[in-house]
């Protein structure tokens, strides 16, 4: 077990490292079915259900990522899945009635009798909010600390709007991609709406973060660290103008491209979540407590590992199947 | 603090006994499936695949159910438990991995398969699929049982600087109380899931939805259930000496019983009184208790009086809602017993199968529909109930393991929870019972919203 060197200190970085792309992966993944959720109002009855068709088959893996993710927090970091939940009970509860909600909704709206299906629609959207803002709300008391100040809970209330926002805006682009015709144009409109929410809200986190504390401000602007770290803000804001501009021109002929504003979502979303994971690290509670401090034992993080080690790449293959299968645009039909 | 902690453990009851309604389901479900599937390919009936096609419906459902409502469990210790992980988390950590992953494992790769494959896939891997299924949903409830097990009956551990550090993992997994619980739990999904297909298909029956596929349904859930209802309570009695020789407080809550001593009464009825110590109104048939506790009349049983520390401290659990939560599901499986028993006898006196069932046998069925479920809750609160004071036996009491959180938060998510949980389960009940009523007029219920697979673009409505 020493090959890697002091299995203290490496296996709760390898923990670390797994929780971090379990979050990436479900906030890109759920993030763009929760999006369409929210989107709902905005579509009638029949593009309703080829938004529903074209997340059908993946939200239910979608959020198993996030029972991976607060998973590997529960098992793996024990103490700060106790410290991050107390602090975050209200919206937590919030968010999961929410995905009750949505989840279920989804089950019910094809099997109960039509004349309820509205209501699983709005449960649908309902569910579909409380999570997206909830969620929101969870990340600005985050990066505030955890610290429940009326100053704290209003920054946590801007993320939340902007995270909602986000989440409608990278919907969109899955719509765009997933869809065609009358449905299609709305969904560039949207995207186009919604695209100012990211960009506020990304805007708002990368300002704020290194205010909250002086060590992730020393991290980001002393020399030569600011030097490397450039990339990050340069090719988000390039990839903010390109979005723009390809949107402004959608759809193109023969729908070429029409997965390319998803594809540069996603990697927004990634630019974003690299620039707050290293801004963290090595803090699991911000400021408070270090993943090296909060983990399990290593005898039994190693037990977990083994698992895990089969059970990811399955995961990951599944994922990539099921995408490659249900690939193209959504289309109605009936299954049994 | 004792006004959260007594919310706190309300609101984890609610919700896990909210999650469990649906594993109860899942676990034997799918094996069910299987059996229905095995008997399609070896006789080439489409009655078989007639049951399949329903139940694999009612399975999506309670997949579903069963996974966003165990979305919340795993929150549930952080939110309100963290003193849990922080002193066992050592050993429910790879625990708790281990349930999550094989859970996981199996929805990820193969639930796609059994639910939408059927015409997609090989025969043999939509058959492989189910046995997976129903492999992994067993297997999920194996490492949820074994962290339950210790908790219960704790061992395989040592403490460091007041944290469990786990020694020796097989004496972890294989605690001794973990071989007869699971073996009860399954028993009580098979049940469970008996007692509701025999329900359905005897509504179904009875609104002259009498198909084939209904008749096979109906005879093998009735037959399974008289077969295993005796099994079941064989093991239960072995998972009570098993207790008694463990958790006696508990055994001595489940059976009202204060003062040690011998020739000790079965109590059919009683009011336990914790504060007078005594029960009030008692009715019991002597010797009784002795006899199926110890397997001698006269034999000796501890009781509740000797789990009173000198300083008076209470270290048993409040006795009234373990010893009626145990009367009740005793009561629940005599009652199961015999309906099944009864309708077995009658299948094969008039041997007409199905068709000898006379209708008020029926409407029996139908208000059994979900009998497992309250055998199933009442079993689990009388042994969690019976556990308390303490969370880990020995180990840690509950109170050590609650969060400060205000008992105004507490009681506010709770009641959110709870309405949401009487709403779906109002709802999964009705859905259940209008798939059933759409099935028996002859409607098809495979309609859903589902995108094409490019590579499978012949979409053939069913009508």
Redesign the interface.
């Known amino acids: 077990m020493n090959t890697f060197g002091d299995p203290a200190i490496w296996l709760p970085f390898v923990f670390a490292g797994l929780m971090g792309v379990s979050i990436l992966i479900y906030v890109v993944l759920d993030g763009f079915d929760l999006g369409v959720g929210v989107l709902f109002p905005f579509a009638d009855d029949d593009e309703k259900?080829r938004m529903?068709?074209?997340i059908?088959?993946f939200w239910?893996?979608n959020?198993?990522w996030?029972?991976?993710a607060?998973?590997?927090?529960?098992?793996?970091f024990?103490?700060a899945?106790?410290?991050?939940?107390?602090a975050?009970?209200?919206p937590?509860?919030i968010m999961?009635?929410g995905?009750?909600?949505r989840?279920?909704a989804?089950?019910?709206r094809?099997?109960?009798?039509a004349p309820h299906k509205h209501l699983w629609n709005n449960a649908f959207f309902a569910g579909s909010l409380m999570t997206s803002l909830s969620q929101g709300f969870m990340l600005g008391m985050y990066i505030m600390g955890l610290q429940w100040t009326w100053a704290n809970a209003g920054f946590a209330l801007l993320t939340a709007v902007f995270l909602t926002v986000g989440y409608s805006f990278i919907g969109a682009t899955w719509v765009i991609h997933?869809t065609d015709e009358y449905l299609q144009r709305k969904a560039v409109d949207w995207a186009k709406g919604g695209i100012w929410g990211l960009v506020l809200g990304i805007g708002l986190i990368s300002m704020a973060t290194p205010l909250v504390s002086a060590r992730i401000f020393d991290k980001w602007f002393s020399w030569p660290e600011a030097l490397y770290l450039s990339p990050l803000p340069i090719i988000s804001a390039l990839l903010v103008i390109w979005l723009w501009w390809m949107l402004r021109r959608m759809p193109y002929m023969n729908d070429r491209w029409s997965w390319l504003p998803f594809a540069a979502a996603t990697s927004l979303w990634v630019m974003a979540f690299g620039g707050m994971a290293y801004s963290f690290y090595p803090y699991v509670v911000p400021e408070q407590l270090t993943i090296y401090e909060s983990a399990?034992?290593p005898?039994?993080l190693f037990?977990?590992l083994i698992?895990?080690m089969?059970?990811l790449p399955?995961?990951m293959g599944?994922?990539i199947l099921?995408y490659t299968?249900?690939?193209?645009k959504?289309?109605?039909?009936?299954?049994? | 603090m004792m006004e959260t902690l007594l919310l706190s453990r309300i609101q984890f009851a609610a919700n896990i006994s909210f999650h469990i309604l649906f594993p109860t389901i899942t676990i034997a479900l799918g094996w069910v499936l299987l059996f229905f599937k095995i008997r399609y390919n070896m006789t080439g009936q489409d009655r078989w695949m007639e049951a399949y096609r329903f139940w694999v419906k009612i399975f999506a459902l309670s997949f579903a159910l069963g996974v966003v409502s165990g979305i919340t469990m795993s929150f549930q210790f952080g939110t309100n438990w963290p003193g849990f992980m922080e002193i066992v988390g050592n050993i429910a950590g790879p625990l708790l991995a281990y349930e999550i992953m094989t859970a996981f494992f199996l929805e990820a790769v193969f639930l796609g398969i059994m639910l939408f494959g059927f015409s997609r896939v090989p025969n043999w891997l939509h058959t492989l699929a189910t046995f997976l299924v129903a492999f992994g949903t067993l297997m999920s409830a194996f490492w949820i049982i074994v962290l339950n097990s210790w908790m219960h009956t704790p061992q395989g551990f040592e403490m460091r600087d007041g944290v469990a550090h786990a020694t020796d993992w097989f004496a972890i997994v294989f605690n001794p109380s973990m071989p007869y619980r699971f073996t009860h739990m399954v028993l009580a999904s098979f049940l469970t899931v008996s007692f509701l297909i025999a329900g359905v298909s005897a509504f179904r029956w009875l609104i002259g939805g009498r198909t084939a596929g209904v008749r096979v349904a109906l005879k093998t859930a009735v037959v399974t259930a008289a077969l295993l209802m005796p099994v079941q309570i064989l093991v239960g009695d072995m998972h009570g000496l098993n207790t008694k020789e463990y958790q006696p407080a508990k055994v001595a809550a489940m059976e009202g019983h204060w003062e040690t001593g011998g020739n000790v009464p079965l109590i059919l009825f009683a009011l336990p009184d914790q504060e007078a110590r005594e029960n009030r109104f008692e009715i019991g048939i002597p010797n009784l208790a002795s006899y199926i506790l110890t397997h001698t009349w006269d034999g000796e049983v501890q009781g509740l009086n000797d789990f009173v520390a000198e300083d008076g401290t209470v270290l048993h659990p409040r006795v009234a809602p373990v010893f009626w939560s145990f009367r009740v599901m005793i009561g629940t499986g005599v009652a199961m017993l015999l309906l099944s028993w009864t309708a077995c006898a009658m299948m094969l006196r008039r041997r007409r199968g199905v068709e000898g069932l006379p209708k008020p046998m029926l409407y029996a069925f139908v208000a059994m529909s979900f009998s497992g479920w309250i055998a199933t809750l009442a079993g689990w609160y009388t042994t969690e109930i019976g556990r308390q004071p303490w969370l880990v036996q020995g180990v840690m009491t509950t109170a050590e393991a609650v969060a400060d959180v205000p008992a105004p938060m507490v009681l506010g998510t709770l009641i959110a929870y709870l309405v949401v949980y009487a709403l779906l389960l109002s709802a999964y009940i009705y859905v259940i019972f209008y798939l059933a009523r759409k099935m028996s007029r002859g409607e098809d219920i495979g309609t859903r919203v589902a995108p094409a697979p490019a590579a499978a673009p012949k979409a053939i409505p069913a009508e």
């Open positions: 259900d529903i068709a074209s059908g088959p239910d893996a959020e198993t996030l029972v991976l607060v998973g590997l927090l529960l098992v793996a024990p103490v899945h106790g410290a991050i939940l107390t975050l009970y209200l937590v509860a999961l009635i995905l009750i909600l989840g279920v989804f089950e019910f094809a099997k109960a009798p997933k399990s034992a005898e039994s037990i977990i698992g895990t089969f059970v399955t995961i599944y994922t099921a299968v249900f690939r193209g959504a289309t109605e039909l009936r299954y049994d």
